[in-house]
């Protein structure tokens, strides 16, 4: 049994080597082959003998051999299981605590008795957030935190500043995005809003709408109701 103890050690000794020299081979060659490639984070084995994932960026993900010969962007999709294995890999790399949004930036919404919850990082300029606004009038008992997020220009932060100053910032945000009503002119303190864009560029908003869900999990754009839904029924923090 010891010996059997002891050969087992050896041998898993003896891999972690080799994954380790593999995975600095991997580096050193598409380094040297693309010295544009921003640094490699880290490399990982795929389910695909002999393919390897391949991070930069924190979230940017691309495929390679066992000798970085060859760089491959796009999504890896288990076919059997019908699963995007790429876009699994990108919710874990995206996922925020929800504990960790700064909710004091933002305000709240209160559908029904509110018992879920959601963020939603909207841009009062952004055409796709006034229509999953539209649609997220069809979910009931959910408060939906939103934070301002203007990342389209001036005019974008003049209308977030508008309507963090109202006296009713829910009346005067869902007034503009659903029926148009310009947010009147109001000012007061908004490094709220600034925080909002330094959190969500940290976070790589990239664009808007964006939501977050209790499990950390994110959707980004104006996904389907039916989405959202079943994101709602099966978040847990």
């Not at 795929?46 to 924190?58: A, C, D, H």
């Not at 503009?176 to 009503?181: G, R, T």
């Not at 976070?203 to 996904?223: H, K």
Request: charged share 25%; proline share 5%; hydrophobic share 40%.
């Amino acid at each position: 049994m010891k010996t059997l103890r002891i050969a087992l050690l050896i041998f898993l000794s003896t891999l972690s080597l080799g994954v380790l020299a593999q995975e600095a081979a991997i580096r050193k060659n598409l380094s040297e082959r693309l010295p544009n490639l921003p640094p490699i984070d880290e490399v990982s084995k795929t389910p695909i003998e002999g393919l390897y994932e391949v991070r930069v960026n924190q979230t940017d993900i691309f495929y390679t051999d066992a000798q970085g010969n060859y760089l491959i962007q796009g999504s890896l999709i288990d076919v059997r299981a019908r699963v995007d294995l790429t876009e699994q890999r990108l919710q874990k790399l995206t996922a925020v605590d929800f504990k960790d949004l700064p909710l004091k930036d933002a305000f709240t919404i209160v559908r029904g008795n509110g018992k879920r919850q959601m963020a939603l990082f909207s841009d009062p300029n952004c055409g796709f957030c006034k229509r999953f606004e539209r649609d997220l009038l069809k979910i009931n008992d959910v408060t939906v935190h939103v934070f301002l997020y203007p990342i389209l220009g001036p005019d974008s932060i003049a209308k977030s500043r508008h309507i963090w100053c109202a006296k009713d910032k829910e009346k005067a945000y869902l007034d503009w995005m659903l029926n148009n009503v310009t947010p009147a002119a109001a000012s007061c303190e908004t490094g709220a809003i600034d925080r909002n864009v330094a959190f969500g560029r940290q976070q790589r908003i990239n664009g808007t709408p964006a939501s977050f869900f209790v499990d950390g999990s994110r959707l980004a754009g104006a996904v389907g109701v039916d989405q959202v839904a079943r994101k709602l029924a099966e978040a847990r923090p």
